[in-house]
């Protein structure tokens, strides 16, 4: 099972305007969220973070927002760069008895930011 | 550079052959994961080491794969007896307590012809 969705395969975004990436998740046990960029050849790099007692976290260009309720989490990129372009992954995990923090990843969004 | 390192980056072998793979953890970083990437797909977790006590695997981890951190520091990944079904990009990371940021090494792209 898909535990952690993202449904969007590919997004096209112009220079300058806002990226918006989305993420679902279905377990009510995973406690903080992640996102990581991707590019080709490379293991994947954090970008940022959110706890499940916040609802939103911000670095720079970069907002994580945290729906509970529904179980939804999105990344905004503003302004989007043409290095933004990349494969994104949301992650999340649950700590377990053993004090793990497996990641459970999504499928990942490659984004594509236009000139 | 004080970020993880893997090695090899790149390793192709011949089915039936054994293969063993090396990660260095950021030096502070107790906690050690290794997941493993197939085209098209998120990494999927495989084990975890907290200094040196492998504490979790997988199912995805088959008998034929073997994972060890002596001395909680580097780690190994070793498959025996590679079928073509292992060839993947195989990940590392590293990390604080919890909850804290995963940071991930580069991989090694294992091909098995």
């Known amino acids: 099972d898909q535990q952690v969705k993202q449904n969007s395969p590919s997004l096209s975004v112009q220079e300058g305007r806002i990226s918006i990436l989305n993420c679902d998740y279905t377990?009510?046990?995973?406690?903080?969220f992640l996102w990581y960029k991707k590019y080709p050849a490379e293991g994947p790099t954090f970008l940022i973070s959110?706890?499940?007692?916040?609802d939103k976290n911000e670095d720079g260009r970069f907002t994580v927002f945290l729906n509970k309720s529904a179980k939804h989490l999105s990344l905004h990129i503003v302004p989007s760069q043409p290095g933004d372009s990349a494969v994104y992954f949301c992650?999340?995990?649950?700590?377990?008895?053993?004090?793990?923090?497996?990641?459970?990843f999504g499928q990942g969004t490659r984004l594509t930011i236009n000139p | 550079d004080t970020g993880v390192s893997q090695d090899p980056r790149h390793k192709i072998t011949k089915r039936g052959q054994n293969v063993t793979f090396r990660c260095d953890p950021i030096?502070?970083?107790?906690?050690l994961y290794w997941y493993r990437q197939t085209l098209g797909q998120g990494p999927e977790f495989l084990t975890y080491?907290?200094?040196?006590?492998?504490?979790?695997k997988s199912r995805l981890l088959s008998d034929r794969f073997s994972a060890e951190r002596p001395k909680g520091s580097f780690s190994t990944l070793e498959i025996q007896r590679t079928e073509q079904g292992d060839s993947a990009m195989y990940l590392c990371?590293?990390?604080?307590?919890?909850?804290?940021?995963?940071?991930f090494g580069p991989g090694t792209r294992l091909t098995v012809t």
């Open positions: 990371a590293s990390s604080r307590g919890y909850p804290h940021e995963q940071y």
């Open positions: 377990n009510s046990m995973f406690d903080y």
């Open positions: 959110i706890s499940s007692i916040k």
């Open positions: 992650a999340a995990s649950a700590r377990n008895i053993q004090g793990a923090q497996k990641l459970v």
């Open positions: 030096s502070e970083h107790n906690r």
């Open positions: 080491f907290q200094n040196e006590a492998q504490l979790e």
